[in-house]
């Protein structure tokens, strides 16, 4: 069975952490319900929700991705890049604890889980404003007796790795080759976003539907020309925030 642990908002989002985009009012009941239809989304496509206990305090809180990285085998908790963020690990932990075995990025390696894109065993960590070489050393060193290849990729002009790319299809990444060099990712088939929307590229696959911001019309067109089933979810308050549709979710075998 597959776990969507997810956080709810905080009534403090509105103070949250922002790099690349300018501060907007968020409106919270809308962002709450979004949130709500994300979860219920995720519920559809055949995951079980575990709500995490609320962080009323930590305006980024329902960032959940940010915290960890859980694979098969352990769970890595992030030591997350922004100061801000540190204190949301602690929940996490406790509640991965009862399904893996744990490791924890230690100072002053920084290390969000937004930056980590596994794709099979590989995995690309972005090399971001977040995420440093301190880290992904450790994450190297953690995953190594489980066979995984680790590979550091520099981000320029976005957040996260996971906001330039992520995977739509077993062997497709949707991409912004803008913020990212798209020669990294190998003999993958990319697929770029629309140019009119570089904010594009985070989508969430679940078995073979990917969950897809409704902002970006262009590029969805561009997924479902190439086969891809889309699900399709408001997040316009999630998104003054900085998140997209990967942030909100851990997601895992049990
Ligand atoms: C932050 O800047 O940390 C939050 N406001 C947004 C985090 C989004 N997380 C993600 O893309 N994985």
Redesign the pocket.
Known sequence: MLIAMTRGVSPDMGR????HLAREVIDLDLARAQHRQYEACLAALGCEIRRLPPEPAL??SV?V??TALVLDELALIAR?G?AS?RPETQSVAEALKPYRSLATIQAPGTL????VLRIGRALYVGLSS?SDPAGLEQLRAAVAPWGYTVRGVPVDGC??L??AVTQVAEDTLLINPAWVDSSAFGNLNLLEVDPSEPLAA?ALLIDTTVLFPAAYPSTRRRLEEQGISVKVVEVSELAK????V??CSLIFNE
């Open positions: 949250c952490e922002l790099t305006p980024d960032f991705e940010d997350p922004a963020r969000d889980g937004g930056d977040r957040l996260h996971k906001s985070n925030a900085e998140g997209g990967t942030c």
